[in-house]
């Protein structure tokens, strides 16, 4: 049984995984509505509020799973990336497990966790493989050849897919997160009344969402709410996102030859996403995948399933293991 941690950003989360990779229980601990007032995550409070429910986060995830601590025999977490002080609070408590039940500890990237979270209810996921991840703080376009092999084909050059809905959810007083605020409002818009630009790059797996991001702004300041209703522009703007990300990533499964195209990160919660790609994998005869809504956003199910592989593969981490702000993929 693996017990993995995963506390990188404002969401406290611990899961226990079975002998098969299978799912025994998953506790989250989300801080939103403590950061909402802010409009963003502040990194101190989120490491001080992990701290706090840490201990309580991970009893439940193991009385859950029926389980004690000494029934555990791998502790799992991710390391990075995240806010650092974040991160720290998941990576010290894993290390202090492992070492006093004196079993491996496994260190997860929260991106692969991301992609890891397919696995989780899917068993007939083939590679190779194109994965896009779209999450509040990164878009990565990614060709796997195999289980835990990764091979970076283009990422955003500017903002995250998540963080351009974040903040024109901001400018639109939506409050922190945008995301599931737009995607809830353009349901009841016309993405046809406003033309936002999509940024053309020289790579097709590369993304860019500032100018996007800016002309929603500039739209705003200029007056837009008082000529086009909120759904108009939250669909228009929504509409643009998710264009560029369908495009790039069926472009990336045609070069790379691959059938197999798995969705992760906060933003494949976005219905129009998961809509859009499914349509045109569906035209196009490709397979795709992406988790259930829950399992989008940030949890330690998906740590725990990314541990796993790695377990089977006996790759383990050394208990003086390091937080780290960035992705090492
Ligand atoms: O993966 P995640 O939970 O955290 C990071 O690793 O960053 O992703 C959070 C991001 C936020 O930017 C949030 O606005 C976005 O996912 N998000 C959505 C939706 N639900 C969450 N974006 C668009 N539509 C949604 N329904
Ligand atoms: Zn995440």
Redesign the pocket.
Known sequence: MILAIET??D?TSAAVIGGKGELLSNIVSSQIDLHSKYGGVVPEVACRKHLEVLNPVIQEALDAASCAYEDITAVACANRP?LIGAVLMGVGAAKTIAAVLGVPLISVD??ES?IYANFIEHKDIKFPAVVLI?????THLIYMKDHLKYEVLGKTRDD????A??KV?KVLDLG?????K???LAKEGNDAAIRFPKAKLASPYEFSFSGLKTSVVNFLHKGGLKDHPIEDICASF?RA?VDVLVENTFKAAEDKKVKQILL??????????REKMSKRAEELGFKINFPS?KY???NAAMTGVCGYYKYKKKIFAKLDLDAYSTTGL
């Open positions: 990188s950003c969401e995240g929260h991106l991301h779209v999450s509040g703080g990164h995250a897919a998540g963080e809905f974040d959810g922190y997160p945008g995301g599931p737009i995607d809830k929504q996102v992760s990160g906060g933003v494949v919660a976005n219905s129009s996403l809504i989008c956003t940030d």
